[in-house]
Nanobody, 130 residues
Framework: QLQLVESGGGLVQPGGSLRLSCAAS????????IGWFRQAPGKEREGVSC????????YYLDSVKGRFTISRDNAKNMVYLQMDNLKPEDTAVYHC???????????????????????WSQGTQVTVSS
């Protein structure tokens, strides 16, 4: 059974850093689009960053470009989100998710579609506050 478990959230001061981890089981990272998503109170869920193994392009939400970096360890079936220079507006519950890689769609389009799904794990809370 496919399972994804997030960890690494916490309370951070503005300008600080966090590294989120996503442990995957029941599948391998190959042939999937994998990403990090977030939802702040009263806001729609956003695709933060998504990638596919076969695509050199990695999608990032405009507001996190230059500050967040997605990475992976295929041998361990892990996906990470390094978050630097955190801002109060980054406060949200962060989720990782994966879908079978559709043919003929860009990573950005798939990421935005995944953000509209109904069922999500509890995720990990990131709070940026002084």
């Amino acid at each position: 059974q496919l399972q994804l478990v997030e960890s690494g959230g916490g309370l951070v001061q503005p300008g600080g850093s966090l590294r989120l981890s996503c442990a995957a089981s029941g599948f391998t990272l190959d042939y999937y689009v994998i990403g990090w998503f977030r939802q702040a109170p009263g806001k729609e869920r956003e695709g933060v960053s998504c990638f596919r193994e076969s695509d050199p392009y990695t999608y990032y939400l405009d507001s996190v470009k230059g500050r967040f970096t997605i990475s992976r360890d295929n041998a361990k079936n892990m996906v990470y989100l390094q978050m630097d220079n955190l801002k109060p507006e980054d406060t949200a519950v962060y989720h990782c998710a994966a879908d079978r890689d559709p043919r003929g769609r860009s990573v950005a389009a798939v990421c935005n579609s995944m953000a509209r799904a109904d069922n999500w794990s509890q995720g990990t809370q990131v709070t940026v506050s002084s």
